[in-house]
């Protein structure tokens, strides 16, 4: 069914102090779906998207994209692979660069094509974003938030790759750019039969382009599985509590609030067991004694949760 | 419900620069109510974080002036204040919170040392008595063990906690009107939920007035009573918080609802061609003219803010 993703990392080491950012993370991506990655800052999801590119070292575990071991992927192969799109347009591209030339870097490096074919490829490029031809000869400050995000979108889709990771990609955008822009994504995923690793804060916004979706907090999944499932009848009760955070643009529809209690542990010293146990409000004994795996509930859907 | 706290006539604010001048907030005219949430929501650069910088009194000058207008706070218009009669109501009767509270706190001075500031220079509390308030401060906008906390540096506490700091500092001197600019913008949804839910809880405890500058329609429609939809400068949509979700008038609130994400529905968004123009080039007649699916000839001259019944004013010719 496919080519399969499989990313089975743990203990990512970083410095001397060894700081569990992505612990015993197991997963699988398929391909031409848009695997969602949600959690709250420092849940690991960051780490665990460079970990997926080979842009971070792993401890434990292995990553296996294309039935080989991205360790074992030469560099430059991997990178026509796989390609990221970040948070800041403002920060992601390069202001001395003309747009243009910063679509057609991946091309140059790679040695795609002649001049002359590299060139149509990015007005074609360009069009596919939804930008136009002349743009290409224009500088970055010379765009919106939201146009550049479109480059940037055209730069990962200059060497044809199969894996896109988004990092936020609309987090810094305003809502009616964000729309624009969730939808190219997903019409390019349609047209180019691109899978997706998308991370977000934002649960709504995954909710509307996920397939599937992973939970994360303190640098392990809490729950994975369909998207519809997940928000729909959300079983673990950190899912539960951070569904009910979620602001509805609808005055009239006021769901009850599963309150937390205290903060985000340090991932320098997370709890025993369960790492959401001081915080859940359904912890038992065994909570913190035992870590739970995660196990599957319903097809498809796997929870850690000693409820299940 | 219906005294007027605050009363913004003809607002304008201006920027000046090499490409010309510019009105970041153009004739703006908003009330405040006594014990109300009003929302100023609207995209980047639509002018609402300029308007309340205004009626502080924050604007920087250069390159930015209010050149028109009043504010009428208690009968008293602040923009006719000098500087010192200003700082006797800044951060005594109206205080703001802003969206970035790393950037808003002093990184070298202690937390209780700075919600302090405010109650020595407008309560005159002397050292002890202001640090003592500090801490109570801290303890109302429930930070757990406040006397540990008042004695930390901002870069010791989480974004939640620094948040609730803001809040304490801007709530010390017991304000009749607080200006919070994207309070919750930089905060993970747990914290957000947590930080709004304190947010309504001491408006009510204070009967204080709340203006929400936000982009964010889901906060909007958790906290506000009345919105005011701003759009390149100007109020384009002014009305309570149901009929906006219920049955938007103008063109633009539409085009905002139909792009946001809802969670759980996967339907497609239909969202706003095109970007906000640059303040300084802005079209002619009707600002939202060129992204208006609806426009026609008569959009060409800028509409004013129509009634449309029920107190509601929506700047928009189909709504004559």
């Given at each position: 069914m496919g080519k399969h993703y499989k990313v089975t990392s743990g203990l990512?080491?970083?410095?001397?102090?060894?700081?569990?950012?992505?612990?015993g993370v197991s997963l699988t991506v398929s391909k031409g779906e848009t695997l969602g990655l949600v959690g709250e800052s420092g849940c690991g999801k960051s780490t665990l998207a460079k970990c997926v590119m080979g842009l971070e070292s792993i401890s434990s575990g292995r990553i296996v994209f294309q039935d080989r071991d991205v360790s074992d992927w030469p560099e430059k192969a991997l990178r026509r692979k796989m390609q990221m799109i970040f948070q800041d347009p403002y920060s992601s591209l390069?202001?001395?660069?003309?747009i243009g030339s910063i679509i057609r870097e991946g091309l140059d490096i790679h040695s795609i094509g002649t001049r002359a074919e590299r060139r149509a490829r990015v007005q074609e490029l360009l069009g596919l974003v939804g930008l136009?031809?002349?743009?290409?000869?224009?500088?970055?400050?010379?765009?919106s938030g939201g146009q550049r995000q479109r480059v940037a979108v055209a730069r990962t889709l200059a060497l044809d790759p199969d894996l896109i990771v988004c990092d936020e990609?609309?987090?810094?955008?305003d809502v009616s750019v964000q729309a624009q822009i969730l939808r190219l994504l997903k019409t390019l995923q349609t047209r180019l039969d691109l899978t997706y690793v998308f991370i977000s804060h934002d649960l709504s916004v995954v909710s509307h382009i996920a397939d599937r979706v992973a939970v994360m907090y303190l640098g392990r999944i809490m729950e994975i599985g369909p998207g519809a499932d997940i928000f729909a009848t959300p079983r673990h009760p950190y899912t539960e509590a951070l569904l009910s955070a979620v602001l509805t643009p609808d005055p009239t529809r006021r769901t009850e609030r599963i309150p937390l209690s205290g903060e985000l542990p340090s991932p320098m010293n997370p709890p025993s067991g369960c790492p959401f146990h001081p915080r859940c409000?359904?912890?038992?004994?065994?909570c913190p004694q035992e870590r739970p795996e995660l196990r599957e509930t319903a097809p498809g859907v796997q929870v850690a949760c000693w409820l299940y | 419900m219906s005294d007027t706290l605050l009363d913004i006539r003809g607002l304008t604010t201006r920027f000046s620069s090499p490409q010309g001048i510019a009105?970041?907030?153009?004739t703006v005219s908003l009330s405040l109510m006594q014990g109300e949430t009003l929302a100023v929501v609207g995209e980047s650069g639509c002018g609402k974080t300029v308007l309340a910088l205004s009626i502080l009194g924050l604007v920087p000058d250069p390159p930015g002036r209010v050149t028109d207008g009043s504010i009428l706070y208690q009968g008293h218009d602040l923009l006719a204040m000098d500087e010192s009669e200003l700082r006797r109501i800044r951060g005594n009767q109206i205080s703001m919170v802003f969206q970035e509270p790393m950037t808003a706190?002093?990184?070298?001075?202690?937390i209780d040392d700075q919600i302090a500031e405010p109650l020595r220079l407008h309560?005159?509390?002397?050292r002890r008595a202001a640090l003592a308030g500090a801490v109570d401060a801290l303890a109302l906008v429930g930070i757990p063990n406040p006397v540990k906390v008042a004695r930390a540096?901002?870069?010791?506490?989480?974004g939640g906690m620094r948040q609730r700091v803001m809040i304490a500092m801007a709530l010390a001197c017991n304000p009749a009107i607080l200006i919070a600019d994207?309070?919750?913008?930089?905060?993970d949804v747990t914290v957000q939920a947590q930080i709004l839910d304190l947010m309504n809880e001491l408006k009510a405890r204070m009967n204080g007035s709340l203006m929400l500058i936000t982009h964010d329609l889901g906060v909007v429609a958790r906290m506000a009573q009345r919105v005011a939809v701003m759009y390149a400068g100007k109020v384009v949509e002014l009305c309570e918080v149901g009929p906006l979700f219920a049955?938007?008038?103008?063109p633009y609130t539409r085009g905002l609802l139909a792009s946001v994400p809802v969670l759980g529905d996967r339907s497609e968004l239909n969202p706003i061609p095109g970007i906000v123009p640059g303040i300084f080039d802005l079209p002619e007649g009707c600002r939202f003219r060129p992204r208006c699916?609806?426009?026609?000839?008569?959009?060409t001259t800028l509409p004013p803010l129509l009634e449309a019944g029920s107190g509601r004013r929506v700047r928009c010719w189909l709504h004559q």
């Open positions: 990512l080491g970083l410095k001397t102090d060894a700081v569990r950012a992505v612990d390069n202001p001395r660069q003309k136009r031809p002349e743009h290409g000869t224009r500088y970055p400050h010379e765009f990609p609309v987090s810094a955008l409000p359904k912890a038992f004994e065994r | 009105k970041a907030v153009d706190l002093n990184p070298v001075f202690r309560q005159g509390l002397d540096y901002p870069h010791e506490l989480s994207e309070p919750t913008t930089a905060l049955e938007p008038l103008h699916k609806d426009a026609f000839d008569r959009c």
